[in-house]
């Protein structure tokens, strides 16, 4: 896979997520959703745009390969609304020469201890709808952050792999947030 790597966490359920996601994004060869895709969950509050079943035709509809990690607040139902395999608990991808590892984010040092033990280049979760990017070792830990419902100061976020390195979005501008160089 070369060119553009997408990803998104924590839609819970908002096709405006989705929507402002793909403006954000252009044209990309694949998409990595790391989990809650369709429920907004019962400790949240219902996000702009709630609407999964509208979101799972979205997601349905795209051209470009969407991969999907199980998050917490996803259920067997919301796999029989898509198309595209959910993962559980990790999904691995090779993207130019870098070993890619995916979770939700449930158990934060376990995932740490595996992306570092298999010596991935980035680990992508979400879960705690903080954006962020992290070097530790050898290994870029990233999270999109939410780009329904997100926490801290930073706005509805999604992420974006490039050949010069990573970056987080706003979706509320699409103005560039955080940004980490391959090196």
């Not at 908002?14 to 044209?27: F, L, M, P, R, Y």
């Not at 830990?141 to 926490?151: E, W």
Request: charged fraction near 20%.
């Amino acid at each position: 896979m070369k060119g553009r790597v997408a990803i998104i966490a924590d839609t819970h359920g908002s096709i405006t997520a989705w929507e402002g996601a793909c403006a954000v994004w252009g044209a990309v060869d694949a998409i990595f959703h790391v989990g809650d895709v369709l429920y907004h969950g019962p400790r949240n509050p219902m996000p702009d745009g709630y609407d999964p079943k509208v979101l799972a035709e979205e997601i349905n509809a795209s051209t470009t390969p969407v991969f999907l990690v199980r998050g917490n607040c996803d259920a067997p139902i919301d796999e029989v609304l898509l198309k595209w395999p959910v993962s559980a608990p990790l999904l691995v991808s090779w993207w130019n020469g870098r070993l890619l590892l995916f979770s939700h984010g449930e158990d934060p040092e376990a995932f740490r201890e595996k992306a570092i033990l298999c010596g991935a280049t980035v680990a992508v979760s979400g879960h705690t709808h903080l954006a962020s990017i992290k070097r530790e070792r050898n290994v870029i830990f990233l999270n999109p952050g939410s780009a329904s419902l997100p926490k801290g100061e930073l706005p509805p976020s999604v992420a974006l792999l490039d050949d010069e390195g990573i970056a987080i979005f706003s979706l509320s501008d699409g103005s560039r947030l955080l940004y980490e160089p391959w090196r």
